[in-house]
């Protein structure tokens, strides 16, 4: 006997079944639709329409994410940051989408060698879908062959490069300069992540050795930790973050609300992020495999969040908030690089160890006097290294190229990147002077404050603005 919820599921999924069918049904009924003689589509065009509409679908939840990005950042800094780290993201996705059309995409995807793409400007989509959609149907056997659309695949391979220079963000904040972040953003998202990009997933050097990575626990994670790490180390601590003796004084978030939001805004992104990876939707196998990869990717981040917490009291002494929800994140990108497994039990496993990871290289990092704000480096850099090489258990990964590739990967986007950061700060400085940070950079050089019903600064506030502040390097 059927319980009450059992029978509305029944009915539920009934009604979907037949607005599906019905859908079809008059999809097929339309005058001029392409397919076969009689008007029916084609099972090619279905194919098709599932695998691009999948991709779009499961874009907009990567897309999300750099909503989820901004509020972990914005409620991880003192309020009289919050204005500025919006604005930074905000434009952080503005530059990763131009980048990667007028330069990353070719170099990442378009005629590889084992290197590097083509440095042509501008993404073209294919010539039969131009066509396509002036209204040419003679072309449609040529839009369908490669099963998807081109601009749905360019656009979700497009918001992972905007994921990447998220990572770089978090680690940086409240005391780098928006341009000059920016001007890092316009190069790692144009070059460094098309570049280790094109060796993966492109075809080139590191895919012909055997490096798997199936949803960008590399090709995202790694990138963006060790982009990070770089940027960490040149741009220095915050303002007093560590006391005299070494220690590290704490910088409780201005809102736990919105940190924890975030949190979860990036833990719902994650399914777009690693179920998207799948390509597709039109086979039985694709629904599966997704099914299979949303329940690895969830309890993965799961048992990060509850390893997390256990260990937090033994190595800070206390219970942590951020440690916990860090421990989450871990989890989520620690099996970003092999999420379609059978044997679900791994993800907790995996999981769980990248929480323990994660907490122990946050300790770590304050050790070394290293001030990274919503520990980008601890979650992305050491969750991605590790979930990299845990592909090896899990889809039988080649344990050597993994390793060449982790090494390869880490180290190329490192050196790339303290250069970088170096030549940025030589020709116009990377941090902002002691008083914008004392005083915050929302009221010194944007005018405004996150919160004005709330006295943040001083009430005399008159002579500060954008020019009273000058650099004291």
Same mark, same amino acid.
């Given at each position: 006997?059927? !319980?009450?919820?059992?029978?509305?599921?029944?009915?539920?999924?009934?009604?979907?079944?037949?607005?599906?069918?019905?859908?079809?049904?008059?999809?097929?009924?339309?005058?001029?639709?392409?397919?076969?003689?009689?008007? @029916?589509?084609?099972?090619?065009?279905?194919?098709?329409? $599932?695998?691009?509409?999948? $991709?779009?679908v499961w874009g907009a939840l990567v897309m999300w994410m750099c909503a989820g990005f901004t509020m972990l950042e914005a409620g991880s800094v003192r309020t009289k940051n919050a204005s500025m780290i919006c604005l930074k993201n905000v434009g952080i996705y503005s530059i990763a989408a131009l980048a990667f059309y007028f330069v990353g995409y070719?170099?990442?995807?378009?005629?590889?060698?084992?290197?590097?793409?083509?440095?042509?400007?501008?993404?073209?989509?294919?010539?039969?879908?131009?066509? #396509?959609?002036?209204?040419?149907?003679?072309?449609?056997?040529?839009?369908?062959?490669?099963?998807?659309?081109?601009?749905?695949?360019?656009?979700?391979?497009?918001?992972?490069?905007?994921?990447?220079?998220?990572?770089?963000?978090?680690?940086? #904040?409240?005391?780098?300069?928006?341009?000059?972040?920016?001007?890092?953003?316009?190069?790692?998202?144009?070059?460094?992540?098309?570049?280790?990009?094109?060796?993966?997933?492109?075809? /080139?050097?590191?895919?012909?050795?055997?490096?798997? *990575?199936?949803?960008?626990?590399?090709?995202?994670?790694?990138?963006?930790g060790a982009a990070a790490l770089a940027g960490v180390i040149v741009v220095g601590p915050r303002r007093r973050k560590f006391r005299l003796d070494g220690t590290a004084k704490p910088t409780p978030?201005?809102?736990?609300?919105?940190? @924890? $939001?975030?949190?979860?805004?990036?833990?719902?992104?994650?399914?777009?992020?690693?179920?998207?990876?799948?390509?597709?939707?039109?086979?039985? !196998? *694709?629904?599966? @495999?997704?099914?299979?990869?949303?329940?690895?990717?969830?309890?993965?981040?799961?048992?990060?969040?509850?390893?997390?917490?256990?260990?937090?009291?033994?190595?800070?002494?206390?219970?942590?908030?951020?440690?916990?929800?860090?421990?989450?994140?871990?989890?989520?990108?620690?099996?970003?690089?092999?999420?379609?497994?059978?044997?679900?039990?791994?993800?907790?496993?995996?999981?769980?160890?990248? /929480?323990?990871?994660?907490?122990?290289?946050?300790?770590? $990092?304050?050790?070394?006097?290293?001030?990274?704000?919503?520990?980008?480096?601890?979650?992305?850099?050491?969750?991605?290294?590790?979930? @990299?090489?845990?592909?090896?258990?899990?889809?039988?990964? *080649?344990?050597?190229?993994?390793?060449?590739?982790?090494?390869?990967?880490?180290?190329?986007?490192?050196?790339?990147?303290?250069?970088?950061?170096?030549?940025?700060?030589?020709?116009?400085?990377?941090?902002?002077?002691?008083?914008?940070?004392?005083?915050?950079? *929302?009221?010194?050089?944007?005018?405004?404050?996150?919160?004005?019903?709330?006295?943040?600064?001083?009430?005399? !506030?008159?002579?500060?603005?954008?020019?009273?502040?000058? !650099?004291?390097?």
């Amino acid at each position: 006997m059927r !319980r009450p919820w059992e029978d509305r599921w029944v009915k539920i999924t009934g009604k979907v079944g037949l607005t599906a069918a019905l859908t079809v049904a008059i999809w097929a009924a339309l005058p001029g639709t392409a397919g076969a003689a009689d008007g @029916t589509p084609t099972l090619e065009e279905l194919s098709f329409v $599932l695998n691009s509409f999948a $991709l779009l679908v499961w874009g907009a939840l990567v897309m999300w994410m750099c909503a989820g990005f901004t509020m972990l950042e914005a409620g991880s800094v003192r309020t009289k940051n919050a204005s500025m780290i919006c604005l930074k993201n905000v434009g952080i996705y503005s530059i990763a989408a131009l980048a990667f059309y007028f330069v990353g995409y070719n170099l990442m995807y378009v005629d590889v060698d084992s290197v590097i793409g083509s440095f042509s400007l501008l993404f073209d989509p294919s010539e039969a879908e131009v066509a #396509l959609i002036g209204g040419d149907e003679s072309v449609i056997a040529d839009v369908l062959e490669p099963g998807r659309s081109g601009i749905a695949t360019w656009l979700f391979q497009m918001l992972f490069v905007a994921t990447t220079a998220s990572i770089v963000s978090g680690a940086m #904040l409240e005391r780098t300069k928006l341009w000059a972040f920016w001007a890092f953003t316009l190069i790692l998202t144009a070059f460094i992540y098309p570049t280790v990009g094109a060796w993966i997933w492109g075809g /080139g050097w590191l895919d012909q050795l055997g490096f798997e *990575d199936f949803a960008g626990g590399t090709v995202v994670h790694v990138v963006g930790g060790a982009a990070a790490l770089a940027g960490v180390i040149v741009v220095g601590p915050r303002r007093r973050k560590f006391r005299l003796d070494g220690t590290a004084k704490p910088t409780p978030p201005s809102n736990v609300l919105v940190v @924890t $939001l975030g949190v979860l805004i990036l833990w719902l992104g994650w399914f777009g992020f690693n179920a998207g990876s799948q390509g597709g939707l039109a086979a039985a !196998r *694709d629904v599966a @495999t997704m099914a299979t990869i949303l329940v690895n990717t969830n309890l993965a981040a799961a048992s990060g969040m509850l390893a997390a917490v256990a260990c937090s009291r033994p190595v800070f002494g206390r219970l942590g908030l951020a440690p916990s929800l860090n421990g989450a994140l871990a989890g989520l990108v620690s099996v970003t690089a092999a999420p379609a497994f059978a044997d679900q039990y791994w993800s907790v496993v995996i999981g769980a160890i990248a /929480g323990v990871l994660c907490t122990l290289a946050t300790w770590l $990092l304050e050790r070394i006097k290293l001030d990274d704000v919503v520990g980008a480096v601890p979650v992305h850099l050491v969750g991605g290294a590790w979930g @990299t090489l845990a592909a090896v258990v899990t889809s039988g990964a *080649d344990l050597a190229a993994q390793a060449v590739g982790l090494v390869s990967a880490l180290g190329f986007v490192f050196v790339v990147s303290f250069v970088v950061w170096r030549v940025i700060d030589a020709a116009f400085g990377i941090r902002i002077s002691s008083q914008v940070e004392f005083v915050g950079q *929302d009221v010194a050089e944007m005018g405004i404050e996150a919160n004005p019903e709330f006295v943040l600064v001083p009430e005399d !506030r008159e002579g500060y603005g954008p020019t009273s502040f000058v !650099r004291d390097r």
